[in-house]
């Protein structure tokens, strides 16, 4: 309540992630979220959807969305990632717009023109700040103020959660006047099968090198909750004859590796028990094909 008896006007917004591969989008968001929600490695381009993660308190509703890191696309799988981008730019109550110590700072003009256009709040996350030194950050902090006259530019070192309040303070100042958009007891929009797959694809991503990680996409075929445990069944789609064998390894054992590791951090993430089925195809076209990518949730 107000000091005057009154109940606070319920706020609730879209929180738009963005920024360039590699400079910490998902770390922030599972931060500001408080759950595991994006894959985060040292890799670039990890995150190929958009992923909400919701925040709910009596007064507030903050409905943050994960991106793909901005690029300029090579195939067929990229464009339609960049059109995450597009939209989330598109129908933003407010940008979170992720940049750190060590990317170029003129990277991706087009996008920092796109967000010089923008009718609504844009908060720039200058992250990173615990792999530089003082003056270094306050040279960048003055370049962004300069960059977008218009933004908040805070410091932040998202992987060690310092300075993460002023981001939420930041953001929950700028929420809209609105009702919840979704049920106040919901964390995400995803499925726990959407989160199987992204699990199975995060192992993959620290487990294989090279190529291999960006030629793999996971489809969970099977999703059954039973009594005591959730059956999984998922399908690791490759491009190339050979890059099966690598993910299978020496008589299973790179896959056994990634299906025991995948199926611990299920268990972990859904607390209950997980009985887990890898199978391993070759699709060489799946990256360029619009009704694979379809099938993989990636075009509407």
Known sequence: ?????K???HRAGFVNIIGNPNVGKST???ALVGEKLSIVTAKAQTTRHRIMGIV????????YSDT????????????????????AIGDADIILYVTDV???????????????????PVVVVLNKIDLSDQEKVTGLISYWQEMLPWAEVIPVSAKERFN???????VVSRLPVSPPWFDKDQFTDRNLRFFASEIIRGRILENYSQEIPYSCEVVVESFKEGKDRYEIGA?????????KGIIIGKAGSALKKTGTEARIEMEDFFQKKVFLSLFVKVDPEWRENRRELRRFGYEE
């Open 1 to 5: 309540m107000s000091e005057n008896g």
């Open 7 to 9: 109940h606070k006007e």
């Open 28 to 30: 922030l968001m599972n």
């Open 56 to 63: 709910n308190t009596d007064d507030y509703q903050i409905v």
């Open 68 to 87: 793909p890191g901005m690029l300029k696309p090579s195939y067929r799988l990229q464009e339609d990632m960049m059109k995450f981008v597009d939209a």
């Open 102 to 120: 060590v990317e170029k700072s003129d990277k991706n003009e087009e996008y920092l023109s796109k967000l010089k256009k923008l009718d609504c």
């Open 164 to 170: 993460l309040e002023s981001v939420l303070g930041a």
């Open 235 to 243: 399908v690791i789609n490759v491009m190339r004859d050979s890059q």
